[in-house]
């Protein structure tokens, strides 16, 4: 059997609620009630995991295709159902995927990490600012942040923690192994909202904040980077120390690490070619996506940033870095076109057939009704619902494709500055990845390594949440209005 009973039939049971017996509100049309139900249905298959999502996606677009929810007429249907496949943001995400796979390929990933810890890792803390750092140095350029924080970052975590003894199975985990997981993981959700490029939702949240402000505010890779630096380095910086303070480690100083680092180094040898044209590819895209040509040069030479990603890719399959076959085994590059193309389907059509707007109204109502004064009491309200209801979702994706374009526009609507609330939201849709081990792909990788126990990694994980997002308020919120974002 190709999919888990259970679940399976729950989501279908929620569909078919939704479609036959819930009667559309007034307000909402019947194809914009049934596209939800195949919606809230799709969801709950995703969040039950009831099929790999991108087999998921597939049935989406098929039940979008073959009940005409878009158009009555079957070649528009399911002209509809493929429409976001030429999305230029999905195909971003897709090829720096890709391109991403040229770090551990090359081994440049590895040798950043060893790099950093070489420098700074005399100390326990140092360990954990090495790491932080070389999760920001990848960040950019590794969409898929569970490929960063559980397949780059977390080996040479677990090979630092080993060297000191530090081994879950024989329950000396907290020497420095507890400590080095939990700042491990905490530095993901940090880079990965500090560009659009770190993680795979954050062009979903561009596409419907941009769909919400009919397209007044756009979310460019430089804007996003600009906005997010600051709050997201001074989270950089305080996030080590608070788990410090929360789970000491028994081992303080570790000038072994050190040498640690510079042997696994020396074992590397002499930086590769590969490793070099990498480099340079990085250093491209970096100054294409932050608009340097035509800052300096003129707007002529202007690039967007998926076709950035192409020539990107294009370097390294013409200098051999990369070959097809490797494109061929990046199975979450072509796994995330799929389904990140059919939710971004599904949202695009339940904003343009009016449901989105519905929904926001009612959410705006219901605050409304509480007597709160100003937009500020109601827009906190939403941000921490949005927040932490990631409790109930196993997915970011998920949730944001839920949640976001709703919760938005009710924001919008209750008076809040379009540019501060749409990078308030963005910056809670990866914050809630602290949450949990299910939170995101990271999430059961390095949980799953035995370091922390499920209660010490719930209580690290609702503490960040609540750290991080008072630096996103205040410092953010500052920071933007320096900006004149706001």
Same mark, same amino acid.
């Given at each position: 059997?190709?999919?888990?009973?259970?679940?399976?039939?729950?989501?279908?049971?929620?569909?078919?609620?939704?479609?036959?017996?819930?009667?559309?509100?007034?307000? &909402?049309?019947?194809?914009?009630?049934?596209?939800?139900?195949?919606?809230?249905?799709?969801?709950?298959?995703?969040?039950?995991?009831?099929?790999?999502?991108?087999?998921?996606?597939?049935?989406?677009?098929?039940? &979008?295709?073959?009940?005409? &929810?878009?158009?009555?007429?079957?070649?528009?249907?399911?002209?509809?159902?493929?429409?976001?496949?030429?999305?230029?943001?999905?195909?971003?995400?897709?090829?720096? =995927?890709?391109? !991403?796979?040229?770090?551990?390929?090359?081994?440049?990933?590895?040798?950043?990490?060893?790099?950093?810890?070489?420098?700074?890792?005399?100390?326990?803390?140092?360990?954990?600012?090495?790491?932080?750092?070389?999760?920001?140095?990848?960040?950019?350029?590794?969409?898929?942040?569970?490929?960063?924080?559980?397949?780059?970052?977390?080996?040479?975590?677990?090979?630092?923690?080993? *060297?000191?003894?530090?081994?879950?199975?024989?329950?000396?985990?907290?020497?420095?192994?507890?400590?080095?997981?939990?700042?491990?993981?905490?530095?993901?959700?940090?880079? !990965?909202?500090?560009? =659009?490029?770190?993680?795979?939702?954050?062009?979903?949240?561009?596409?419907?904040?941009?769909?919400?402000?009919?397209?007044?505010?756009?979310? *460019?890779?430089?804007? $996003?980077?600009?906005?997010?630096?600051?709050?997201?380095? &001074?989270?950089?910086? %305080?996030?080590?120390?608070?788990?410090? $303070?929360? @789970?000491?480690? /028994?081992?303080?100083?570790?000038?072994?690490?050190?040498?640690?680092?510079?042997?696994?180094?020396?074992?590397?040898?002499?930086?590769?070619?590969?490793?070099?044209?990498?480099?340079?590819?990085?250093?491209?895209?970096?100054?294409?996506?932050?608009?340097?040509? /035509?800052?300096?040069?003129?707007?002529?030479?202007?690039?967007?940033?998926?076709?950035?990603?192409?020539?990107?890719?294009?370097?390294?399959?013409?200098?051999?870095?990369?070959?097809?076959?490797?494109?061929?085994? /990046?199975?979450?590059?072509?796994?995330?076109?799929?389904?990140?193309?059919?939710?971004?389907?599904?949202?695009?059509?339940?904003?343009?057939?009016? %449901?989105?707007? $519905?929904? *926001?109204?009612? =959410?705006?109502?219901?605050?409304?009704?509480?007597?709160?004064?100003?937009?500020?009491?109601?827009?906190?309200? %939403?941000?921490?619902? @949005?927040?932490?209801?990631?409790?109930?979702?196993?997915?970011?994706?998920?949730?944001?494709?839920?949640?976001?374009?709703?919760?938005?526009?009710?924001?919008?609507?209750?008076?809040?500055?379009?540019?501060?609330?749409?990078?308030?939201?963005?910056?809670?849709?990866?914050?809630?990845?602290?949450?949990?081990? @299910?939170?995101?792909?990271?999430?059961?990788?390095?949980?799953? !390594?035995?370091?922390?126990?499920?209660? /010490?990694?719930?209580?690290?994980?609702?503490?960040? !949440?609540?750290?991080?997002?008072?630096?996103?308020?205040?410092?953010?919120?500052?920071? $933007?209005?320096?900006?004149? @974002?706001?």
């Amino acid at each position: 059997m190709g999919f888990k009973p259970i679940p399976m039939a729950i989501a279908l049971a929620i569909g078919l609620l939704i479609w036959f017996v819930i009667p559309a509100p007034e307000g &909402v049309t019947p194809n914009a009630w049934h596209l939800l139900a195949l919606f809230v249905a799709t969801i709950a298959a995703i969040i039950g995991k009831a099929m790999p999502i991108g087999a998921l996606a597939m049935l989406a677009i098929t039940l &979008v295709a073959l009940t005409g &929810v878009t158009s009555d007429k079957p070649a528009t249907a399911i002209a509809d159902a493929l429409s976001s496949f030429a999305s230029p943001l999905i195909w971003l995400i897709g090829v720096a =995927i890709m391109i !991403s796979r040229g770090l551990i390929k090359t081994g440049l990933g590895a040798r950043i990490g060893y790099g950093f810890i070489a420098l700074v890792g005399k100390h326990t803390l140092g360990i954990g600012y090495a790491l932080a750092a070389a999760e920001l140095t990848i960040a950019p350029v590794t969409p898929s942040n569970t490929a960063r924080g559980g397949g780059i970052i977390h080996p040479i975590m677990r090979g630092i923690a080993g *060297s000191f003894g530090s081994d879950p199975e024989k329950g000396t985990q907290n020497r420095i192994g507890r400590y080095l997981a939990l700042v491990n993981y905490h530095a993901n959700p940090i880079t !990965s909202a500090m560009f =659009i490029t770190a993680t795979a939702p954050n062009p979903l949240v561009v596409k419907l904040v941009a769909d919400a402000t009919g397209a007044q505010v756009q979310l *460019s890779w430089g804007t $996003w980077a600009l906005a997010m630096l600051l709050p997201g380095l &001074v989270a950089l910086v %305080l996030m080590p120390l608070v788990i410090y $303070w929360l @789970y000491p480690p /028994e081992i303080k100083s570790t000038p072994d690490a050190a040498h640690f680092a510079r042997d696994k180094l020396q074992e590397m040898g002499p930086m590769t070619r590969g490793e070099k044209v990498l480099l340079g590819v990085f250093a491209l895209l970096l100054a294409l996506w932050a608009g340097v040509p /035509e800052r300096v040069i003129g707007d002529a030479w202007a690039v967007d940033a998926t076709t950035a990603a192409f020539v990107g890719l294009g370097v390294l399959l013409l200098t051999g870095v990369l070959d097809w076959e490797d494109l061929l085994k /990046e199975k979450s590059a072509w796994d995330t076109v799929v389904w990140f193309s059919a939710l971004v389907m599904m949202a695009t059509y339940l904003n343009k057939l009016g %449901l989105i707007g $519905w929904l *926001s109204k009612s =959410i705006e109502a219901g605050i409304g009704g509480l007597g709160l004064e100003g937009w500020v009491p109601g827009c906190s309200l %939403l941000l921490l619902a @949005y927040l932490y209801a990631h409790y109930m979702f196993a997915s970011t994706t998920a949730h944001i494709t839920a949640m976001f374009g709703a919760f938005y526009a009710a924001g919008l609507a209750l008076g809040a500055p379009p540019f501060l609330f749409a990078l308030l939201m963005a910056a809670a849709s990866n914050i809630m990845m602290t949450l949990t081990h @299910y939170a995101t792909g990271t999430s059961p990788v390095i949980f799953g !390594s035995g370091y922390t126990t499920l209660g /010490e990694w719930w209580k690290a994980g609702f503490v960040m !949440s609540v750290v991080l997002i008072a630096v996103w308020v205040l410092v953010g919120a500052f920071w $933007w209005k320096l900006l004149g @974002y706001w």
